[in-house]
């Protein structure tokens, strides 16, 4: 039987954990403060923000959201990350992408301080990830870097494919995980699963139905045809989303410790 691994649920454990660790920065007179930052009208961006400021609240991480109209000048968000990189209370950054096309976002990336960046996206935090010594692990992790790493949790044989690779059904059918990030909905179907797969869902994309809300949240996985073959499946909604913005708070959570030099104990 197909084990749905249940992201809300796994997100749940990873928050309560949190709770030592915030407790004991407010006992030293420090709250975690993260700041997202928006410069999008696009629905979707907005509804993950606010989610994400959610969280912040039920955690008891002072959340600062920062909104710059999609219109203004690539600078006004430039100079919005150096100013919250120089604000004290301030100990994580995240931008919410997309940026406008005007807006180059490798910089904008680039000019995050690297101990504020608990998306991991910075190059220096990429390299760290790299080399097996990562400060922060990027909230939805780059999996085959992590598989490649010579620990426990490493050492895997790791096939990278695309939605034109030649004979993808094939090479995914002998896969023990798959991973789907394609971006086009419900693309990995039954045919191409293994018996007996894990298979994570990374996509989420809005098709239309004739409902009264006019459309639906799927992923890039035909999640109904795929746990036929799986043991193990996360679904869209309610699998990667929510264990990505519990892992942005424990990246939030750390950075304040590292900042502080306040000794936190972290699971």
Aim: proline share 6%; hydrophobic share 40%; with cysteine.
């Amino acid at each position: 039987m197909t084990e749905v691994i249940d992201g809300e649920a796994v997100a749940a454990d990873v928050r309560e954990s949190l709770s030592e660790s915030i407790e004991t920065l407010r006992a030293a007179g420090v709250t975690p403060g993260l700041a997202t930052v928006l410069m999008s009208d696009d629905p979707a961006s907005e509804t993950y923000v606010s989610m994400k400021q959610q969280d912040c609240e039920e955690v008891g991480i002072d959340g600062i959201h920062v909104e710059i109209d999609p219109e203004a000048p690539a600078a006004e968000l430039y100079e919005t990350v150096e100013e919250l990189n120089a604000d004290d209370d301030v100990h994580g950054i995240l931008v919410q992408m997309p940026v406008p096309d005007h807006v180059d976002d490798r910089r904008v990336l680039r000019a995050i301080d690297p101990v504020k960046d608990v998306d991991g996206f910075h190059p220096a935090n990429v390299g760290r990830l790299v080399a097996g010594n990562d400060r922060y692990r990027p909230c939805t992790p780059p999996l085959a870097n992590l598989l490649l790493q010579k620990r426990d949790d490493g050492n895997a044989t790791v096939t990278v494919c695309h939605s034109r690779t030649d004979d993808l059904a094939e090479r995914t059918r002998r896969a023990d995980i798959i991973v789907a990030a394609a971006g086009r909905p419900e693309f990995i179907d039954g045919e191409m699963v293994g018996e007996g797969a894990t298979v994570v869902d990374v996509g989420i994309n809005r098709v239309d139905v004739d409902t009264e809300k006019g459309y639906e949240l799927v992923g890039d996985v035909d999640y109904e045809a795929a746990r036929q073959k799986a043991d193990h499946i996360t679904p869209v909604p309610g699998g990667v989303g929510p264990m990505t913005r519990a892992m942005l708070l424990y990246n939030a959570v750390k950075a304040a410790g590292l900042q502080t030099d306040i000794d936190i104990e972290l699971p």
